[in-house]
């Protein structure tokens, strides 16, 4: 547990050192400021009233904070996805890199528990990112509407899921390639492409006809991350509104575990 | 006590996207006791590097065994008593010297109430305090082989592997290095040291082995290879003449020759007399008669040499 707790600590040192967290904490800034000057531009004054019926109380400042968070959680979720697996794609090609790699396993250390150091100190960089992006809109909506969504801040929990998943696969893709850009590359693929396009499948699949392409899509449909069906329960939480397809969430965590297992047993037999 | 034990060792590297296959280390066998400096020669590529990365299970064996501390414990364990200094090592340019040691000191298990006191010892013996918070991005080459050493001493380690460690130094800074060395022999270290430095194995190590092409084609204390050596060396006053040299290669094998002087190889070391005797017949004075260490490096090409006709 040491080890790993000693290499997570310094896998986020090296997103320090490398200039990730600072660029990542500057674009959530600049979003932050974006969001503040909005919300200054504009009076909140005339919504600022509640009623209630059958004891529920109802105010269109609430509705309207819900309704622009549910609305940016969508944006929060693929864009800070889109950056992180952009900061964490150097991670494991930098550990492999030769005279890092065997100095790493000259050490008292397990191969296992230094890939999972490496895993737990990217999602660690990447939560901290996401936590400070969402509280930090958490806090100026709820001033700005006296309203305070705590379902909103379950963003962080669930991109950060999100991004671990990716993470994993690009651990795999890194130590079989050795190439950051390879596995970004991939990554991307999965994400924005292949996940949207599965999203679809039915449709797709109903327009052309084929029954080939229809196998095809939902067999690929299983084995791969559902990472917009994902986003979209994200964008529903946020909402408050229930979770109604608890298996993207089962699927991504599968897919997650088995990846990562893959790459844990890829890594132990490999030489360097 | 064996400190390292290698049994049948072999090591063939599947090349990635070939069929390609590098023997690297073929059936090699060796034993190294504790306590001593142990030097491993041979050309680039010979396997040396192989050889450690095995032994710390950074590669892994085709086939055959190797053993640490004599024990049969886990080489994890095991690897909380070794340093290894890589060749080529890198370490992340943002980070202080200070802060490599203290990184990798803890990873190697040193204990974190103790390692600033650790990490600053360590300095002083390479030399470096003064460029302890200098990021080492900035560091020569020099620089960073004493680093490394550094680090490779951090958990104060019991058998220390370091592969090529003068590499990038200067000859000040290499004497410097063996003397760091002999001192760690002198508190009861084994050192195993990979060069191609014949010279600098030659100075300070105890044992040595020369690995060519993956085979090891001799071990032994580099001592018996410089002390029974029956070559003799004698220098005259003036040119010797072929019809001389002809009357003594006759009886000697010649092993080197120049206008006024002769090296000669003798069954027996009295033998020398009959080439004196011969040299004072045609009136040639004789300013000294020494007799001729087999240095390494000799030894060296000769074995890679045989090597490579035998192949042929
Ligand atoms: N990871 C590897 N994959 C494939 N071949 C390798 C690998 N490491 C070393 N080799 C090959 O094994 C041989 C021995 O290399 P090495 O042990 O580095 O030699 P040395 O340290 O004596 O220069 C070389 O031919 C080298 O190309
Ligand atoms: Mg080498």
Known sequence: ?272 | MNIIEIKNLTKVYQKRYSKKKITALNNVNLEIPKGIIFGLLGPNGAGKTTLIKILLEIAYPTSGQTKLFDSEENRTEMKKFTGYLPENHKYPAYLTGEAVLRIFGQLGGCDYKNIKARVSYVLDLVDMKKWADTKIKKYSKGMMQRLGLAQALMNDPKLIFLDEPTDGIDPIGRSEIREILKNLKSEGKTIFLNSHLLSEVEMISDRAAILNKGELVWDGAVSDLTENSKIVRISTDQNISDSVLQEIQKKYDIKKCSQNCLSIALSEIKDVNYAIDELRKNNINIISVIPEKQSLEEMFISLIKNAETEIK
């Open chain 1, 1 to 272: 547990m040491k080890n790993i707790y000693l290499i997570s600590m310094f896998t986020l040192r090296e997103a320090f050192s490398r200039k990730i967290i600072i660029t990542f904490a500057g674009i959530s800034t600049f979003v932050l400021l974006l969001f503040l000057a909005v919300f200054l531009s504009f009076d909140t004054g005339v919504l600022d009233f509640k009623f209630s019926t059958n004891g529920m109380v109802y105010s269109p400042g609430y509705t309207l904070a819900e309704k622009i968070q549910a609305l940016v959680s969508i944006p929060i979720f693929g864009g800070t996805l889109l950056l992180s697996i952009f900061s964490a794609s150097g991670f494991i090609p930098h550990l492999l890199e030769k005279g890092n790699i065997d100095l790493f396993l000259s050490k008292p250390v397990k191969r296992y528990e230094l890939l999972t150091g490496k895993f737990f100190g990217g999602i660690l960089m990447v939560f901290l990112n996401i936590a400070y992006l969402v509280i930090g809109l958490w806090l100026l909506s709820g001033i700005k509407f006296g309203y305070w969504n705590f379902s909103f801040l379950l963003t962080i929990p669930i991109t950060t899921f999100a991004f671990s998943v990716l993470y994993a696969l690009m651990i795999l893709t890194g130590i079989i390639t050795q190439s950051s850009l390879l596995a970004m590359m991939l990554t991307y693929l999965i994400y924005f492409v292949l996940s949207p396009v599965l999203a679809l499948r039915e449709q797709i699949a109903f327009i052309t006809g084929s029954s080939f392409l229809e196998n095809f899509l939902n067999m690929m449909f299983y084995i791969t991350p559902r990472i917009t069906e994902l986003a979209d329960q994200n964008a529903r939480i946020a909402e408050k509104l229930p979770v109604d397809n608890w298996e993207a969430f089962i699927n991504c965590g599968i897919f997650g575990v088995v990846v990562y297992g893959i790459s844990v047993y890829i890594f132990n037999k490999k030489d360097f």
